[in-house]
């Protein structure tokens, strides 16, 4: 699928500073729509980043995995424009994102990125639509479309009823689908989430993840996901394992998964179920109870993706046109369609 | 409890003038008391009743410039748990409790308030000794008491009374809540209650009704009560106005400047409300003071107007500061996302414009109450 969303976006400007070839570097791989080379970047001394080269494809989900303090933040920081590089390249879509000023790459941010944080960090006065619709008006659009995109995405991610509560009176889960919406309603092209499910439970985190990467599949979103929780990682294509600053070679998922999971899976799963009883399913509309754990593949060598007895409350499927709960009507649904 | 106070040196110049501006408010209100113990010790004669009640007057006139200085010292300590957050959480960290957060904070107040205290008994000393001379020919002996020698428990008890009260002033505003890591997104807005927007709407309608009816049946004491009841209403009255200004902004679809004036303005309205609504107040009572009071009371009543004016544009420093840190906190996730500078300072800019035009009406309005009692 050609990436012609924007064109198609009333509200969307053109950005074709962003999109122009330039003829004099290497042009990055056609399939890439961000990659950096040789990122090295320390905060106060302290290395964060110590050379690490990333390709992120269009439309894939990119889990970058690692523990606390190896990198993770500050390698999202670096690709998202929020942070420059001590050295380093950044190409968005063939174009350079290292060399560009303060304000372009806060343009950048906010027309072409979205953003899920550890934490929602909404603005507290606003209520839950409000604070989705800035993500739309700062990026351009139009108040009704905004309006309409709030409205739109709040549903999608079932939090419609909350929409004119303020942060203050919900719930953490709430919360955090608020951020997902804010991330998404604007029509990203790379969305950077930061650890978006470690303030959930898991019932909670199952949904969100499935959303966020529904969501993308459907709308060609690519996703860029940090996190050291490898049943998070599971949702992602490729993944890349990152360790003191330095990031390996992506590598499918399944491979990712076998080699992250040691120990016998029924072990594993007997741990975690005497560890944590079963808690009675949520009554949101959207989900079904979810396994407490993921269901590893019975064995390494398997070659099978892992067992998923319902379709909800698998992984989302590889392709966009898989249906799942989200997108029974993708453009009925799609707010980018308005 | 002096290792604590090392962290003062981490001050910045904000802080530093909040320091300041204590001490010399404190300086001045020592000055006044001082002068009553003068005026105490130079009267012949033995004690008389005319006598005690000439000197507990002068101590009465201390009050409103102490109350001043208690009303500054607790804004100030209220404001820097909000607006240190970084130091708060690491004294948290290392072990400091709600009653040792309190007590640093009192200290702290205390101190300033001493220190002024002894800058104002040093200039005392030094005009009672005839070092420093401000009115020729000895016009001041009687208020300096230079015949009778200062009685050393007398002046220790009452100028302890300002640090005393400057650091219970502090330890009695700063709420535990306030001492806990602050999280932005847990604090709930505060709504306009029914039974206050009633009385925000009575108080003052009511108080200039009655007032306005007194003045026109020649009934002077009705109407100062009316009066008083109506300035103070419109006092009550400014959070509201300051919620439903901050309503009309964001009403509609707004745009995002817009939108964050207004919800912003509803979210500060009584953190904001308050001290512009003591700016109001005490000004239209200072107003209406200067009028009803026969004039020949030398500079006294100016010295003390000025000093609660200082005490007040203080607190409400100390309060606009404290929300710019929270606002700079919430608004961090509107720079990630890429939110241009330029789009919040307007914000700013249209939520300070908004506020100045509800203390312009509040203002307006109590200051014509108070023309009509004079």
Redesign the interface.
């Known amino acids: 699928m050609s990436r012609n969303r924007s064109a198609d976006q009333s509200f969307y400007r053109q950005k074709q500073h962003l999109d122009r070839e330039d003829p004099v570097t290497t042009a990055p791989p056609d399939n890439d729509v961000l990659w950096a080379r040789a990122l090295v970047k320390a905060h106060q001394g302290t290395p964060a980043l110590r050379g690490v080269s990333i390709g992120v494809r269009e439309g894939e989900v990119l889990a970058v995995t690692g523990p606390r303090g190896s990198g993770k933040t500050s390698l999202l920081d670096c690709l998202s424009g929020?942070s420059s590089p001590d050295q380093g390249e950044i190409w968005f879509n063939s174009s350079p994102v290292h060399t560009l000023a303060r304000?372009a790459?806060?343009?950048?941010?906010?027309?072409r990125?979205g953003?899920v944080?550890t934490?929602?960090?909404?603005?507290?006065?606003?209520t839950a639509a409000?604070n989705v619709a800035?993500?739309p008006?700062?990026a351009g659009a139009t108040?009704?479309e905004?309006?309409t995109a709030a409205a739109e995405w709040l549903e999608r991610l079932d939090v419609a009823d909350c929409a004119k509560l303020?942060?203050?009176?919900l719930r953490q889960d709430q919360?955090q689908r608020i951020a997902v919406a804010?991330a998404l309603a604007h029509g990203p092209s790379v969305v950077f989430a930061d650890e978006p499910t470690a303030p959930l439970h898991r019932e909670a985190r199952d949904q969100v993840m499935r959303i966020l990467v529904a969501a993308a599949r459907s709308h060609r979103i690519t996703l860029l996901l940090a996190t050291h929780d490898p049943a998070v990682a599971r949702y992602a294509d490729r993944v890349a394992a990152m360790a003191d600053g330095r990031l390996a070679t992506p590598i499918g998922a399944r491979q990712a998964l076998a080699a992250s999971a040691p120990q016998p899976p029924a072990a594993a799963g007997a741990t975690a179920a005497s560890a944590l009883p079963p808690k009675p399913p949520q009554t949101a509309p959207g989900p079904t109870p979810q396994p407490l754990t993921p269901q590893p593949p019975a064995s390494p060598a398997q070659t099978s993706p892992p067992p998923t007895p319902q379709p909800q409350t698998s992984p989302p499927p590889k392709t966009a046109k898989t249906p799942t709960s989200l997108e029974e009507d993708p453009d009925r649904c799609s707010p980018t369609s308005v | 409890m002096l290792a604590y106070l090392r962290l003062a040196r981490g001050y910045r110049a904000l802080d530093l003038s909040r320091w300041l501006l204590t001490a010399a408010a404190s300086a001045a209100v020592a000055a006044l008391l001082l002068r009553a113990l003068g005026w105490a010790l130079s009267t012949p004669g033995g004690p008389s009743a005319a006598h005690a009640w000439a000197t507990g007057a002068r101590l009465l006139w201390c009050l409103p410039p102490l109350a001043g200085v208690g009303y500054l010292a607790a804004a100030w300590a209220r404001s820097v748990p909000l607006r240190r957050s970084a130091r708060l959480t690491g004294l948290l960290a290392a072990g400091a409790g709600a009653v040792r957060l309190r007590a640093l904070l009192a200290v702290e107040i205390a101190l300033a308030c001493a220190a002024g205290t002894v800058l104002g008994l040093l200039g005392f000393l030094a005009l009672r000794s005839h070092l420093l001379e401000l009115v020729p020919a000895g016009r001041l002996d009687p208020a300096l008491g230079v015949r009778a020698s200062l009685p050393a428990a007398a002046t220790a008890t009452l100028l302890a009374v300002v640090p005393l009260l400057g650091g219970l002033a502090a330890a009695a505003a700063v709420r535990p809540r306030d001492l806990q890591p602050p999280d932005a997104s847990d604090v709930a807005l505060r709504r306009p209650s029914p039974l206050y927007l009633a009385a925000a709407v009575l108080v003052p309608g009511l108080g200039a009704a009655v007032e306005l009816a007194a003045v026109r049946a020649g009934t002077d004491l009705t109407a100062l009560l009316g009066g008083l009841a109506a300035i103070t209403g419109i006092g009550l009255a400014v959070p509201a106005l300051l919620y439903g200004t901050g309503m009309a902004l964001a009403c509609g679809r707004p745009r995002p400047v817009r939108l964050l004036a207004g919800r912003g303005l509803q979210a500060g309205a009584w953190q904001l409300g308050t001290p512009l609504a003591v700016l109001t107040v005490s000004g239209a009572l200072a107003a209406v003071a200067a009028a009803r009071l026969e004039p020949a009371r030398g500079p006294l009543p100016a010295v003390e107007a000025a000093l609660i004016a200082l005490c007040v544009l203080g607190a409400l420093l100390a309060r606009v500061a404290e929300l710019m840190g929270e606002r700079r906190r919430s608004y961090a996730s509107l720079q990630r996302m890429g939110a241009p500078g330029v789009l919040l300072r307007r914000a700013a800019l249209v939520r300070a414009g908004a506020t100045t035009l509800v203390l312009l009406a509040a203002g307006g309005g109590a200051a014509a109450l108070a023309a009509a009692l004079g």
């Open positions: 929020l304000a790459r806060e343009r950048l941010r906010r027309e990125f953003y944080g934490e929602p960090h909404l603005v507290p006065e606003l409000e800035l993500a008006l700062l108040r009704k905004a309006a303020r942060p203050a009176e919360r804010r």
